[in-house]
């Protein structure tokens, strides 16, 4: 049991590498793509949309596969798979996240923006201390939902061979010919995803000042 669990924490640790890595690089590149969602440029625009779509259209184990076999089977290159997962969470990522933050920019009133012509304000200050802290406020919530959806998700990574917590408890699971370790590793998850919920409902509180 012992040697299990010690199993068990080492696919934890790759799982939640998985995780900070991908929230690491898809949250920024989430806001980028979400700006290049609503340019005024009708290319970039169309463009862009066409990779949410993609995105949001197909699974995410698909991606995986895809991120993983593509380069080798076009270009005759090959990477390892730990990279190959980060890539696919992180192109995956990003696309949900331009669309909850262009839904957060979007629902910022227009008069706000003229209000702080005419008070004077540069554009880099509106954004970061007016816009900013409102569009945070209002997308919380769904930021939440996506970033507990990514703690499960990390399971998918298994696909390709990456040893996280679901495939390391599969493996034990079969070996001992037992389902507790499967159940060990939902509980696993439900810590991990109650620690997520605990910090996301202090930001909303530290925020609550924001009307």
Same mark, same amino acid.
């Given at each position: ?35 290049? @969602? ?41 990477? $390892? @798979?730990? =990279?190959? *997962?980060?890539?696919?969470?992180? *192109? ?56 507990? =959806?990514?703690?499960? $998700? ?12 679901? @495939? ?10 037992? =389902? *507790? ?19 996301? $409902? ?10």
């Amino acid at each position: 049991m012992a040697q299990m669990l010690m199993l068990m924490l080492e696919g934890t640790l790759t799982s939640l590498r998985i995780f900070f890595l991908t929230l690491i690089f898809s949250l920024p590149l989430g806001f980028v793509v979400a700006k290049g @969602r609503m340019s005024r440029n009708w290319l970039l625009r169309s463009v862009v949309n066409l990779y949410i779509q993609i995105m949001r259209g197909t699974p995410l184990i698909l991606q995986l596969i895809f991120v993983y076999f593509a380069p080798f089977y076009i270009f005759g290159v090959s990477y $390892d @798979r730990f =990279t190959a *997962v980060i890539i696919a969470y992180v *192109v995956n990522y990003s696309a949900y996240f331009a669309e909850i933050y262009r839904s957060g920019l979007q629902s910022i009133e227009k008069g706000q923006y003229e209000a702080s012509r005419v008070l004077g304000f540069s554009k880099a200050h509106t954004f970061f201390f007016i816009v900013l802290p409102q569009v945070i406020k209002r997308i919380l919530p769904s930021l939440a939902n996506e970033v507990i =959806t990514l703690v499960k $998700d990390t399971a998918l990574a298994q696909t390709i061979g990456v040893a996280e917590l679901f @495939r390391v408890a599969q493996n034990a699971s079969a070996r001992e010919f037992s =389902t *507790v370790p499967i159940f060990v590793a939902g509980i696993f998850y439900f810590v991990m995803n109650f620690i997520v919920s605990k910090v996301f $409902d202090l930001f909303e509180k530290k925020l609550s000042y924001y009307r």
